[in-house]
Nanobody, 124 residues
């Protein structure tokens, strides 16, 4: 059964904003760190942002100051607020869950669950 469901992707102009959401089953959300990855055409999937169960956060350098990850424990949902979007942010964005934040940032990531992905397209 589907356990991570992303939403919120779309087409936006450069400089605009989008908020991605990832709804997870309660058992997954409460016991895991959550994160966002992205994969652009012809490129490997890369880590974007992660948040631990205690809400410590970590970002890849290219999105620091522009993206914010947060989690709503009452809604079992993790968000990715993306501001000042650039054409190079265009990708399919995936939600993921792992036991530790460190597991999300490792190469390769040691994730337990993946969402199906949502497309983000930033036009110039």
């Amino acid at each position: 059964q589907v356990q991570l469901v992303e939403s919120g992707g779309g087409l936006v102009q450069a400089g605009g904003s989008l908020r991605l959401s990832c709804a997870a089953s309660g058992s997954i959300f409460s016991s895991n760190a959550m994160g966002w990855f992205r994969q652009a055409p012809g490129k490997e999937r890369e880590f974007v942002a992660g948040i631990s169960r205690s809400s410590n956060t970590y970002y890849t350098n290219s999105v620091k100051g522009r993206f914010t990850i947060s989690r709503d424990n009452a809604r079992n949902t993790v968000y990715l607020q993306m501001n000042s979007l650039k054409p190079e942010d265009t990708a399919v964005y995936y939600c993921a869950a792992a036991k530790l934040l460190l597991s999300l940032t490792s190469t390769p990531p040691r994730t337990a669950y993946w969402g199906q992905g949502t497309q983000v397209t930033v036009s110039s």
